[in-house]
């Protein structure tokens, strides 16, 4: 509450002081109004410049003071080549200010990756605030599953979209295909969906690898700078990844832990869709798309049935589950009631019929 009472107190006193001197050759109030308006822009600069890390503050000062020091070099070309007067005061101040812009913004992103704690001293504890980076691949933000994982706070730390991603993202998008333009689309929209929570904190970054053609090879390059995971769905990606020593989040092993545990012996009720590929084979998949194979349950296609499991496969594509199904179980209609013209006899399950004689009538 005191720190908000202080900001207050410095925007009262710019507005005051710009409406005393008028350094806008304005009116009173108009200069006050404006003076304003700039004590709430520092309190805003100072606001965001809290929420930085210390790397990213060094990195920010020793890139604009290289910013800086690069705009006197053009600057002093610029008052050999061009003679005095208004246009060289203009590309003077413009070169000022885009260097220093440049190596403000350069030096900032590059500031995570100091090592401070190897300073010793105040720059210690750098070392537990070390930040957590996920590289988002582009198969997995077209999937969109990122986005409901991302908003019951499982994910921690940055999420890092590279801007090669974002380029074949965009390449997906445009394609005269109408499946690709559809799912590059969706892609798109669910990266506007990450970058609205609150709780999350997305940064693009622009480094690339010329020298690496395939974005597969670019992301792994570029986890190995930032010391992150990568996050995917792409089954060859997470093997290249972890031979080469970089740690994968995968989207379907996620969604394989979180489905049900099923032991052989017990009792599912499933609905056979569908023939399967091996004789007399029946299949059904449950409500979380898991396959379940069922034996003598072909000719049950169409129908809702009790099978026994019998084995449960688990691989990094999904989980088939196996079952069979008993024919004993299944209700059969009732046999027909015996008639007055005839008598049951059980012999191995038969109804053999037997005439029943007719009574003879005699005439006198």
Not at 338 to 347: E, P
Request: glycine share 8%.
């Amino acid at each position: 509450m005191d720190l908000v009472l202080i900001r207050f107190l410095f925007i009262v006193v710019v507005a005051i002081t710009c409406a005393l001197i008028e350094p806008f050759g304005l009116p009173h109030k108009l200069d006050a109004i404006l003076g304003g308006l700039f004590g709430l822009a520092i309190i805003v600069f100072e606001w965001r410049l809290r929420m930085m890390s210390l790397k990213r503050l060094i990195g920010a000062a020793i890139g604009s003071i290289f910013g800086i020091c690069g705009a006197y070099l053009f600057a002093l070309v610029i008052r050999n080549s061009i003679p005095a007067g208004h246009l060289q005061s203009f590309l003077q101040i413009l070169v000022m200010l885009l260097m220093a812009y440049v190596g403000l913004i350069v030096g900032a992103n590059k500031g995570d990756l100091l090592n401070l704690s190897a300073l010793g001293g105040i720059f210690g504890g750098e070392k537990q605030g070390k930040k957590s980076y996920k590289i988002l691949d582009t198969s997995v933000i077209i999937d969109g599953r990122i986005a409901d994982i991302a908003e019951t706070g499982f994910l921690d730390g940055v999420i890092v979209t590279p801007q090669f991603v974002l380029r074949e993202l965009q390449l997906v998008a445009d394609s005269a295909d109408s499946l690709k333009r559809n799912r590059g689309r969706r892609g798109l929209d669910v990266l506007q969906r990450l970058q609205k929570m609150a709780n999350l904190q997305i940064q693009i970054v622009e480094d690339d690898f010329p020298a690496v053609r395939e974005v597969d090879l670019k992301l792994i390059e570029l986890a190995k700078v930032y010391e992150g995971k990568i996050i995917t769905n792409d089954f060859n990606l997470n093997k290249v990844a972890q031979l080469q020593g970089v740690e994968v989040l995968n989207i379907n092993e996620l969604a394989n832990s979180l489905k049900p545990i099923v032991l052989p012996g017990e009792t599912m009720r499933v609905f056979i869709l569908k023939e399967g590929k091996e004789y007399n084979q029946g299949v059904a998949y449950l409500d979380d798309g898991t396959m379940v194979v069922v034996d003598n349950a072909r000719k049950m296609i169409g129908k809702t049935i009790d099978v026994s499991v019998t084995s449960v496969l688990q691989t990094t594509a999904g989980k088939m589950i196996f079952g069979k199904w008993d024919e004993r179980s299944y209700s059969r209609p009732a046999a027909p009631a015996a008639t007055a013209n005839q008598v049951t006899v059980v012999q191995t399950g038969t109804v053999v019929p037997t005439p029943v004689p007719e009574a003879k009538t005699t005439t006198s």
